[in-house]
């Protein structure tokens, strides 16, 4: 297949040791044969061989432009299965701008964003969802984010959503048949064996739906809320967890009065940790704002840092605050426990069945178990990325959630004792649904709009 020419900075557009142009397309030998000058000149890199790396320089006509090294990876032995070239060159914004002009100008056309990826999808290198996983990857943030993305880079989405549909297609298959030809294939008592497979079906959807909960959490980071009476010492409790005094701290109730947001890495968990305005009643403009700005963010919240100051009583402001918590992921605090303890761990857990955590954010106490129970709380047991799957992209989320809704259908359908061609249609939308995350029986303008997310140059 004859494509034209694309050609982008692959690496960051900031000045650093080494940048990359990449090309792909038929025309990029033509191109490079051009542009390129060995150091006794009489080198073509179009009669180079594949996978080798080549020392030299890119000239614009007389003018040398940079000194590079350009690796030469042959169709269908690259990335986008096409002939593609990599010109190494001085990591200098200017430098690559001008090697990227000079390709152009000598029949390379500039890249779109994800061009390159979507390529290599369109060609069949991958599936949408590894296509997808690229850009993950890219900005993966932590390392769970990085694991799940690099799994299903290598096709583990994929793979669970095959064998699910190779299980449906088989029984559309054998429905259509039998309908087709009543007299040699008998569908008496398919209906019980049909509801078998598809109640397995529904529970591995179920479940590939459920990971997305852990998978949100990798990639984005758990959105963790610290609420609580002024002065219980939230702000001081952020400090403590970022490692560095980012907050104000003062013996002032009311010092909080906006939203502050910080992002740390708890064992390799991204926390987006946001310190908001003591909660109480107040007559103060300002500080209302702040304290209906932290009932709101609380609300969001993946899970809530309820901070107590085990120095003073629990009053009517602590009992709105539990109320807020009830419904959601939290973990309680009790602060200040270098001092004198009045509201105790036994007089907390009464209240509300939440855990509770003794600290001193002054002495940087306790801190330790504060991480550990966030990890407990999060990944139940050990990640590993072996055997599971881990949704990580709402559009798959959305489509699985589709396909369930179908494979209910069927379920009912069965239950009802519905004729079979209605088992098959509803089985046929759950097929194409799931054919949608790996990209079969996906339209055009749905391709474009994941691939234009994407980066330049990738
Ligand atoms: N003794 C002791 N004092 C603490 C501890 N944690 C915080 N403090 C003190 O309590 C006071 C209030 O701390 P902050 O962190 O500003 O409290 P806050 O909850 O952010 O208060 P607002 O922003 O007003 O809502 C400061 O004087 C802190 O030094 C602790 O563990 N032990
Ligand atoms: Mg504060």
Do not use: W
Request: hydrophobic share 40%; glycine share 8%; net charge negative.
């Amino acid at each position: 297949m004859k494509t034209d020419t694309i050609a982008a900075i692959s690496t960051a557009m900031t000045a650093s040791g080494i940048g990359i142009v990449r090309m792909s397309g038929s025309e990029v030998f033509t191109i490079i044969d051009r542009v390129y000058q060995s150091k006794g000149k009489k080198k073509k890199l179009s009669q180079v061989p594949t996978h080798t790396i080549h020392y030299g320089y890119i000239m614009d006509g007389d003018e040398m432009i940079d000194e590079v090294l350009v690796m030469v990876m042959r169709a269908p032995r690259s990335f986008t299965s096409e002939d593609t070239i990599e010109i190494n060159c001085h990591g200098g914004v200017y430098a690559m701008k001008r090697i990227l002009e000079t390709v152009i100008k000598n029949g390379a056309r500039p890249a779109e964003p994800g061009e390159f990826t979507k390529r290599a999808f369109l060609n069949g290198r991958m599936d949408l969802s590894q296509a997808e996983a690229v850009i993950d990857v890219i900005n993966a943030k932590n390392e769970y984010a990085l694991k799940s993305s690099v799994s299903q880079l290598r096709g583990s989405v994929m793979q669970a959503i095959k064998e699910i549909r190779e299980q449906i297609i088989y029984h559309i298959a054998f429905i259509e048949s039998a309908l087709d030809d009543p007299e040699h294939i008998s569908l008496e008592g398919y209906g019980g064996e049909l509801q078998q497979v598809n109640n397995k079906l529904i529970g591995k959807l179920e479940k590939l739906i459920a990971s997305s909960e852990d998978g949100k959490m990798m990639k984005e980071g758990i959105r963790t809320v610290i609420v609580g009476k002024p002065n219980a010492g939230k702000s001081s409790l952020l400090n403590v967890l970022v490692g560095e005094d980012r907050a104000i701290v003062t013996d002032i109730a009311g010092t909080t009065r906006d939203i502050l947001e910080e992002t740390i890495q708890i064992h390799g968990i991204s926390l987006n940790i946001i310190d908001t305005a003591g909660i109480r009643s107040t007559e103060d403009v300002v500080e209302k704002i702040g304290v209906s700005r932290a009932k709101d963010y609380a609300k969001d919240a993946d899970l809530i840092i309820y901070v107590v100051d085990s120095s003073t009583e629990l009053d009517e402001n602590d009992s709105e605050i539990i109320e807020m918590l009830r419904s959601k992921k939290a973990i309680i605090l009790l602060n200040k426990t270098d001092l004198q303890m009045i509201t105790s761990e036994e007089m907390l857990k009464e209240r509300i069945d939440k855990p509770v955590i003794p600290v001193s954010a002054k002495e940087n106490k306790g801190i330790d178990l504060l991480e550990l129970t966030l990890k407990e709380m999060f990944f139940h047991g050990e990640i590993s990325f072996n055997d599971e799957v881990y949704i990580t992209n709402i559009r798959h989320k959305t489509a699985l959630a589709d396909a369930l809704s179908s494979l209910r259908q069927v379920r009912e359908s069965i239950e009802m004792g519905m004729p079979e061609d209605f088992y098959s249609i509803d089985l046929m939308s759950a097929y194409e649904e799931l054919g949608g995350i790996i990209g079969e029986s996906v339209g055009e303008d749905l391709v474009n709009e994941i691939f234009s997310k994407f980066c330049m140059g990738k």
